[in-house]
């Protein structure tokens, strides 16, 4: 089969790799295609704009995976909208044999649901700008490829870590990190492990369903994850953060960098049931075998 990798950043290329792996033929769209390993045929795009380069008529799946060039409201509505709008417009235009568009999504569509269970049949509350425009682009690609024959999946990716991704491994080594002062559930998913549920979901046998959330099988107190990179790292237990005088917690990464958007995280536990019943598995099933991963060296960050 011929994959279009729309976006192909470090999550796009590692899929991409393990596709080719697979014998895949992959076409990769990103601004600079010249950093493209070669097993992906690199092409020159702007998501961003309506001209994008034709679709290879013998595509049988796209993968749509962006990511904002900043945090703010207007460059998520520009990827995320914009940019899926400008993709699906050349898809639908070129007569493609396309079966499956595959958009990469986040758990931020799920808000905050004060520590407890969510799964794909939670309805999205998003809490924050980033979480509604994602969804609003979920419901773009429904909407667009309903009655083509096109299957559209919604991959809703919990918080990435991996290779180079090491903002908590840097807080604890750096000691700015901190123990929250109420409980705060984390849910996230190793950058090999979304790459390999891309693949999965588009080329397994059967039908994927709309929608599918992509985390590991162990939601995490973030005061767990700190505690266990500091005794890996052979450093002392961060400390504990204070509770204000409303009995509040103080603020302890909950937001993002752009100041007043609420963590796109939440407080929340996600559960993989669904995707793990299409027959999927964890190379990195909790954060402890994919944080020794990390530490030890294993795999690196696409340019």
Not at 178 to 205: E, G, Q
Request: overall charge negative; hydrophobic content about 40%; charged content about 20%.
């Amino acid at each position: 089969m011929t994959v279009l990798l729309a976006g192909c950043g470090d999550l796009g290329t590692e899929a991409g790799l393990r596709f080719a792996a697979a014998g895949h033929r992959v076409v990769g769209w990103r601004r600079s295609p010249g950093k493209l390993p070669a097993a992906i045929e690199g092409v020159a795009a702007d998501l961003s704009s309506s001209e994008l380069p034709a679709v290879p008529t013998d595509t049988t799946a796209v993968v749509v995976a962006i990511a904002a060039d900043s945090p703010t409201e207007d460059a998520y509505r520009s990827a995320y909208v914009d940019g899926l709008a400008h993709v699906l417009d050349a898809v639908l235009a070129s007569g493609a044999t396309v079966r499956r568009v595959l958009f990469v999504s986040s758990t931020a569509v799920y808000g905050d649901a004060g520590g407890g269970w969510i799964d794909e049949r939670t309805t999205p509350e998003p809490g924050g700008f980033s979480g509604r425009i994602i969804r609003e682009a979920e419901e773009l690609l429904y909407r667009r490829l309903s009655g083509t024959g096109i299957t559209p999946v919604v991959l809703r990716l919990g918080g990435i870590y991996g290779p180079g991704r090491t903002r908590l491994i840097d807080q604890v080594r750096g000691g700015t990190a901190v123990f929250p002062a109420t409980s705060r559930f984390t849910n996230r998913i190793h950058r090999d492990d979304a790459a390999a549920a891309i693949v999965h979901l588009c080329t397994m046998d059967a039908v994927p369903g709309p929608v599918y959330i992509g985390v590991d099988n162990e939601p995490a107190e973030l005061g767990d994850v700190l505690g266990f990179l500091a005794a890996e790292l052979g450093l002392p237990q961060p400390a504990s953060e204070s509770a204000d005088a409303s009995g509040a917690a103080s603020p302890s990464g909950g937001t993002s960098p752009s100041g007043g958007e609420p963590s796109r995280g939440g407080n929340k536990r996600a559960s993989n049931a669904l995707l793990r019943s299409t027959g999927f598995e964890f190379q990195y099933p909790s954060f402890r075998e994919g944080y020794r991963a990390i530490l030890a060296g294993v795999g690196v960050r696409h340019p």
